[in-house]
């Protein structure tokens, strides 16, 4: 069966671009010719140099301008080469009309996972197709990004998900959203990247864990963040704290940290990630590869818009007691336990083998 996938991957983001390759991944060992659909609607380019400056941010908006205009062109470099190694794309293509005439060729179309089911999204992510297209409608671990949505949204978004074959998403909000809007309970699956072995992406499965904290923020740093990290470091026994940069739509960079790494190209990420003493992340995918690869990790959310996704993931997958929201907690933590690998329980490895039977049931 040919199946297209629709998802973010186009964007200098490790985790769209890694769960993007997953899906792709697990699709073809499931006996199918998966193909990304290279959907484009905004063509991704830096602003010129004298636009963005961010003044009204103060510092801090002009350091963010000045590590897009150092690193950026070279980070999105690295991504694109990595997508062009890796991916398996469709001819690309930037608006709907034109979009129409692709999906044709496929089968089935999958869309998900990331944050595709913002029911602010073009419709092209809810797989709204016109007569041409034939084939099977389905979603794969889709996130609305959280439980609340725009009501004028509600009825229309309600409508295609109606149409679909097969509904999943990746975490509890995102199906109340879906039920809410459209009267059908999805499956909850894991996020694709979890379907892959613990040393995917890996370059040296076999290399020793370095004494290093790794500190990788997308949203902004947590209070206190420079005590956080050093009280970190002297519980956990890591010796240096390097902070990673993904420098181009929002760069954070990691004062907080003795070093960072800059332009790090997909699979150096999940190296870096594999090879840390201990991380420190607001990032889903950075949680789950920390999960997967036995890295000790702590968690954070310190925006309102990344809490749903890290407290859903800490319940469902058993590690609550890694999430920190106050940084006075740090010193009462169990440091005994935080300081080792989290466990993949159980019941985790039973929610990964529901999540690929899902998936082959819906391309069978």
């Known amino acids: 069966m040919k199946v297209g996938i629709i998802t973010f991957h186009r964007g200098a983001n490790y985790g769209g671009t890694l769960q993007a390759l997953a899906l792709q991944v697990a699709v073809k060992q499931l006996g199918h010719e998966p193909e990304i659909i290279d959907y484009w609607p905004i063509r991704r380019r830096l602003p010129p140099v004298w636009r963005g400056w961010n003044t009204g ?10 590590l897009q205009i150092h690193h950026g062109d070279a980070c999105l470099k690295a991504f694109e080469s990595f997508r062009e190694q890796y991916l398996k794309t469709s001819p690309p293509v930037h608006s709907l009309d034109d979009l129409n005439v692709l999906v044709s060729r496929y089968d089935a179309i999958i869309t998900g996972s990331d944050q595709v089911w913002n029911f602010r999204r073009s419709p092209a992510y809810f797989l709204d197709f016109d007569e041409r297209f034939k084939g099977r409608r389905i979603s794969y671990a889709a996130c609305c990004t959280q439980e609340e949505q725009p009501d004028e949204k509600i009825q229309v978004v309600g409508g295609y998900i109606r149409n679909f074959d097969h509904v999943s998403v990746r975490d509890v909000f995102s199906a109340k959203a879906v039920h809410n809007a459209s009267g059908r309970m999805p499956e909850i699956v894991c996020d694709p990247t979890l379907l892959m072995t613990p040393d995917w992406m890996v370059s040296n499965p076999h290399q020793p864990s370095s004494r290093n904290l790794v500190v990788y923020h997308i949203g902004k ?3 206190q963040m420079k005590r956080v990290v050093e009280r970190i470091k002297q519980f956990s026994g890591c010796v240096n704290s390097m902070g990673i940069v993904a420098s181009t739509s929002n760069p954070h960079f990691s004062k907080e940290t003795d070093g960072a790494f800059f332009r790090l190209p997909p699979q150096e990420w999940v190296d870096k990630i594999h090879s840390a003493g201990f991380l420190l992340t607001d990032s889903y995918h950075g949680v789950l590869f920390a999960l997967r690869m036995r890295t000790p990790f702590l968690a954070f959310a310190a925006e309102s818009g990344r809490s749903p996704r890290m407290k859903d993931l800490g319940e469902r997958f058993g590690f609550a007691n890694r999430i920190i929201s106050n940084p006075a907690s740090i010193d009462s933590m169990d440091w005994e ?7 993949i329980n159980e019941s985790t490895k039973q929610h990964i083998d529901q ?3 899902f998936l082959e049931r819906s391309l069978a």
């Open 57 to 66: 941010e103060g510092f801090s908006g002009v350091l963010k301008r000045l």
């Open 221 to 223: 740093p947590m209070a």
């Open 337 to 343: 336990t935080i300081s080792k690998p989290a466990v």
């Open 355 to 357: 999540s690929w039977r």
